[in-house]
T-cell receptor, first 115, second 115 residues
Framework: KQEVTQIPAALSVPEGENLVLNCSFT??????LQWFRQDPGKGLTSLLL?????REQTSGRLNASLDKSSGRSTLYIAASQPGDSATYLC??????????????FGQGTTLQVKP | EAGVVQSPRYKIIEKKQPVAFWCNPI?????LYWYLQNLGQGPELLIR????????DSQLPKDRFSAERLKGVDSTLKIQPAELGDSAVYLC?????????????FGPGTRLLVL
């Protein structure tokens, strides 16, 4: 059974710091891994999607890496800003789930960036 | 383009009462998902529809939960009767079927409190 774990559960940093969020998964048989952002009272917004054949994806100040063999992914946020404060969730799409199969989520890391 | 629409946004009911949630997916998205998100946890899939067919409902507690997507567009999720443990956020998401890189687009969720 695929399990996704995110550490730490919460993180507080001063503005301007670079930071890394961690995600681990138990079964490497995945199509892809995604990082989502969730603001309080809102739904999830996809940030980055890494296919299983890829090593990393970048979007602006965000960089996500994937090491499928070790079951790990990291989300790197450069020069953090107060607007980055949110909960960040990683999710994997297991093999056999097809193009529209379910995602399996971690429990999220709640980030607070202090001005 | 409008995103995934959910209503109501908040619902407070007494235990043993029925409750229903409504979702309107992004236009043209054939796949619709209902997820349950408990406080401090990632979303967990309840049911997935391909057009009007429920293709994955293995996580849906069928003794009290039901769902429908009659015309392959809007969907309704119902709980009858509600229990205290059903207090959570119910998220609806939709996606197209163009490939495995397709992400799921989430609505803002319905926050249910059962007293």
């Amino acid at each position: 059974k695929q399990e996704v774990t995110q550490i730490p559960a919460a993180l507080s940093v001063p503005e301007g710091e670079n930071l890394v969020l961690n995600c681990s998964f138990t079964d490497s048989a995945i199509y892809n891994l995604q990082w989502f952002r969730q603001d309080p009272g809102k739904g999830l917004t996809s940030l980055l999607l890494i296919q299983s054949s890829q090593r990393e994806q970048t979007s602006g100040r965000l960089n996500a890496s994937l090491d499928k063999s070790s079951g790990r992914s990291t989300l790197y946020i450069a020069a953090s800003q107060p607007g980055d404060s949110a909960t960040y969730l990683c999710a994997v799409r297991p093999y056999g789930s097809g193009n529209t199969g379910k995602l399996i989520f971690g429990q999220g890391t709640t980030l607070q960036v202090k001005p | 383009e409008a995103g995934v629409v959910q209503s109501p946004r908040y619902k407070i009911i007494e235990k043993k009462q029925p409750v229903a949630f409504w979702c309107n997916p992004i236009s043209g998205h054939n796949t619709l998902y209902w997820y349950l998100q408990n406080l401090g946890q990632g979303p967990e899939l309840l049911i997935r529809y391909e057009n009007e067919e429920a293709v994955d409902d293995s996580q849906l507690p069928k003794d009290r939960f039901s769902a429908e997507r009659l015309k392959g567009v809007d969907s309704t999720l119902k709980i009858q009767p509600a229990e205290l443990g059903d207090s959570a956020v119910y998220l609806c998401a939709s996606s197209s079927n163009r490939g495995r890189a397709e992400t799921q687009y989430f609505g803002p969720g319905t926050r249910l409190l059962v007293l």
